[in-house]
């Protein structure tokens, strides 16, 4: 790997992960590219952690996510299972039967739109069937634009888009996309519902061992592997398929990081028991398997609880997103995720996936919750040290993990991470001679604006935080969420809108071992308590015993006493 990267093997487990795993390699693609005659040093961020090099049976270079997809019968659409990529016709004329053959074809599905139109704008297929793909300099880093030009950004609509691979503009590997197909991923038949329904997945020798071959052959080619980041359903029976898969990565690859973020989608409405029972039961079994298995768990979802009782979404000040749209709630996540995960992406000094849970987990605080302003309220020509004294002494960012208000509540670690800020304003700009406003504007480098105003905030709290001028890329399909009062470098705008569609935008993410996880976790345990599973029973058929449920309650309520006590107060 290019200058020694620490590799990262990303495992997205469900549908739901499938969509933010979809928004999270899209803004990673996004990022790749630069025009040809750039002057500017390497970025921030190394390409190479998520990335592999490769070559196609044509001999074409090829630079694919470190990535494997595991979703249920249905759920490609039009996406093959192999990915076109490697894709030889002639090969398929190849069969070493010489008698009669009967084929059976099932109906394909029609192509998204969006995806024809991309594709065609891109001009990645030729009249053989083989995709042609952009050119990889000296076949390492990023492939750079080899166009004069870039075709006018082409947007999906909200109805064209039905499952992730509607909007996925990313190449994968071969060994990527690994279908379930003992479930179904549309109708009311053969859903993946319960946890101890995906838990069997693995125990059953074909899944596990196609698991694990796509496993070696991802880990056999890594250098430097530091680690497993993991996008899993909580919801559903998902749930259980990650509990195992943590558990196969724990006990064969001891000392790596594994760190699972546990995603839900947006907030939900009463009305169907079983579905609503059922993810409760799936979200508690999840958590308390996943960090048992991980070395860091974060769930991830713009709800307001993880109970079952409704709470309404989270808001941002400058977003217009629909809660009830998974293509607009999974592309905030993958934003907040984009932020969070750059400590052990950085090109130089990095923070291995091992050291920041081991910052943010001890004394048995294996989950964490995440935060972020999206965007970051910043003016042209404002300071850092002016925005955040602007900001005052509120938590600077909405809280993404179900766990409720955050005022008020205790942290006891956190790691922080701001992008995308040019640096001539880092520091303050005030002449000479002038009074300070603030301590902030006495400090000579943004990394200590940071570092100090988190101090003011928190100021006995463990903390680590990187600043960083790369801003997230938000160009389609990203959907359209922001307010017109931003500029195209999502900038506040302090006269008229532009009209130009934001582009790009500068983002503050956080991971904290919050007081929160205390009242939430121990809620979950005392709503399972009063469950009549008399009455679900379906759930303990799909493979869990009652003991399992004891256990699990056990477990919640020993971690929701990891987070009581500290003198760290957060916001």
Excluded at 242 to 256: C, I
Excluded at 380 to 408: K, R
Excluded at 457 to 467: A, Y
Aim: charged residues 20%; negative net charge; glycine residues 10%.
């Amino acid at each position: 790997m290019a200058g020694g990267a620490r590799e990262v093997l990303t495992l997205q487990l469900g549908h739901f992960a499938g969509f933010v795993g979809a928004h999270w390699w899209n803004q990673q693609d996004a990022a790749l590219y630069r025009p040809t005659d750039a002057k500017e040093p390497p970025g921030e961020l190394c390409p190479d952690v998520l990335y592999r090099t490769g070559r196609t049976l044509h001999g074409q270079e090829t630079y694919t996510p470190r990535l494997i997809l595991m979703d249920l019968k249905g759920s490609l659409s039009s996406l093959k299972q192999e990915g076109g990529l490697y894709r030889d016709k002639h090969l398929d004329a190849a069969i070493a039967w010489q008698g009669k053959l009967t084929t059976h074809k099932e109906e394909l599905y029609p192509k998204n739109p969006y995806l024809q139109d991309f594709l065609s704008a891109e001009g990645v297929l030729n009249s053989d069937g083989i995709w042609k793909v952009k050119s990889i300099p000296n076949g390492k880093g990023p492939p750079l634009l080899t166009t004069a030009t870039t075709p006018k950004p082409l947007i999906p609509t909200e109805g064209s888009i039905r499952v992730w691979s509607d909007f996925l503009r990313v190449h994968l590997h071969p060994r990527s996309i690994c279908m379930i197909q003992k479930y179904n991923h549309d109708g009311e038949a053969g859903r993946l519902e319960a946890f101890g329904q995906g838990e069997s997945i693995l125990k059953e020798p074909r899944y596990l061992e196609e698991l694990e071959d796509r496993l070696h052959f991802y880990v056999e080619e890594c250098d430097y592997l530091q680690g497993f980041q993991i996008l899993c359903d909580l919801h559903n029976g998902f749930s259980g398929v990650g509990a195992k898969a943590t558990e196969l990565l724990k006990d064969e690859y001891s000392g790596r990081g594994i760190i699972t973020w546990g995603l839900l989608p947006g907030p939900y409405s009463l009305g169907e028991p079983q579905k609503d029972i059922y993810r409760l039961l799936n979200t508690a079994f999840g958590l308390v398997h996943l960090s048992a298995h991980s070395s860091l768990v974060c769930p991830l979802s713009l709800g307001g609880s993880l109970g079952l009782r409704p709470e309404p979404p989270v808001h941002f000040p400058h977003l217009r997103y629909d809660a009830t749209l998974p293509f607009h709630c999974s592309a905030i996540l993958a934003t907040a995720l984009d932020t969070v995960t750059v400590p052990y992406r950085l090109r130089s000094s990095p923070v291995p996936m091992v050291h920041l849970a081991d910052m943010l987990n001890f004394s048995g605080k294996k989950v964490v919750t995440a935060g972020a302003t999206i965007p970051f309220p910043l003016v042209p020509n404002q300071s850092l040290p002016d925005t955040l004294v602007q900001l005052g002494g509120v938590t600077p960012w909405t809280p993404l993990s179900a766990c409720g208000d955050p005022s008020g509540i205790r942290c006891f670690a956190q790691s922080v991470v701001l992008r995308g800020l040019d640096k001539a304003c880092h520091t303050s700009q005030l002449t000479p001679g002038t009074p300070l406003p603030s301590p902030l504007h006495a400090c000579t480098t943004g990394e200590e604006v940071l570092a100090q105003y988190l101090q003011q905030q928190q100021p006995s709290v463990r903390s680590s935080s990187h600043l960083l001028r790369t801003p997230c890329k938000v160009v389609p399909p990203y959907p359209y969420l922001f307010s017109s009062s931003l500029s195209q470098q999502g900038l506040l705008l302090d006269g008229p809108p532009t009209g130009a569609a934001v582009e790009s935008i500068p983002v503050l993410g956080a991971l904290c071992s919050s007081s929160s996880l205390n009242k939430t976790l121990g809620d979950l345990a005392k709503e399972l308590t009063k469950l009549n599973l008399r009455r679900w029973a379906s759930f303990l058929d799909a493979g869990v015993e009652q003991d399992d449920l004891e256990e699990v309650l056990q477990e919640l309520c020993s971690l929701a006493q990891c987070y009581q006590g500290g003198d760290s107060l957060m916001g």
